[in-house]
């Protein structure tokens, strides 16, 4: 007999968001299933960022509800701390502390209350093995390369463990070399540890290779979310296939 298929671990339902007035953000509904990899694209400003940091808890919505792991979160509850300490965001840019690059990653799981035992560090060096930086452990943040940094930044989010990775642009304006990097490890927490992972990119052949199911968005709305192969090969939506093809879209 077939199991149920479990819960998604997001449910978006009305969120939106409004800056100074103005509506960055409607989606009247979107789910983000366990284990999937979702690509969000979309040209400058169409809301990409701003569903990201609605999705890491950063920021809370305007109006509507998100459910995340069966409990939903609604506008006015104020950020729910426990449900952002699941959820890890990493950015185009990454801030890495003046220390070591053994002591960047271990620095997330001491701030949520991991003290200096063996099993900390056996858990920062596999993941720094993780990301090839093992031969980097004990050099100065400062003088890593970009890439070396985005993958130390890679690899701070990655050893806790969350529920969601969030990735923010996380290969802009890198090398080809970390570009392959990154994605490879992307893949990798997706396909062997399950990982939740939402990919905000405006790199669609990026997107393609990555992504379980996109999601167009345009003008703060979600145009269209399908599996990845529909979406670029078969688009239901007119604005989609422009964006595909690359018309620009507004």
Request: hydrophobic share 45%; glycine share 8%; no cysteine.
């Amino acid at each position: 007999m077939n199991s149920a298929p479990s819960e998604p671990l997001y449910q978006l339902r009305q969120v939106s968001k409004v800056y100074n007035g103005r509506q960055t953000l409607a989606v009247d509904g979107l789910e983000i299933a366990r284990g999937e990899v979702l690509a969000l694209v979309g040209p400058s400003g169409a809301g990409k960022s701003t569903l990201l940091r609605l999705l890491n808890f950063l920021e809370e919505p305007t109006a509507g509800t998100i459910r995340f792991d069966g409990q939903s979160y609604s506008a006015g509850q104020g950020v729910p701390l426990r449900a952002r300490r699941r959820v890890t965001t990493v950015f185009q840019r990454p801030v890495l502390l003046q220390r070591t690059v053994e002591a960047n990653v271990a620095y997330g799981l001491r701030l949520r209350g991991g003290r200096q035992t063996a099993d900390l560090a056996q858990r920062v060096a596999r993941t720094l093995e993780e990301v090839g930086l093992t031969a980097m452990a004990r050099a100065p943040a400062r003088t890593l390369s970009g890439g070396e940094a985005q993958r130390v930044a890679l690899a701070r989010a990655m050893v806790l463990a969350p529920d969601a990775l969030l990735l923010d642009e996380p290969t802009a304006n890198l090398d080809p070399y970390n570009v392959g990097l990154i994605e490879q490890i992307v893949q990798r927490l997706n396909r062997e540890q399950g990982a939740t992972i939402v990919l905000v990119t405006h790199n669609v052949f990026q997107a393609h290779r990555l992504a379980t199911r996109v999601a167009l968005l345009l003008e703060g709305r979600i145009v269209e979310v399908a599996g990845a192969e529909r979406f670029f090969t078969r688009p239901q939506d007119p604005r989609t296939a422009a964006f595909v093809r690359g018309d620009m879209v507004y």
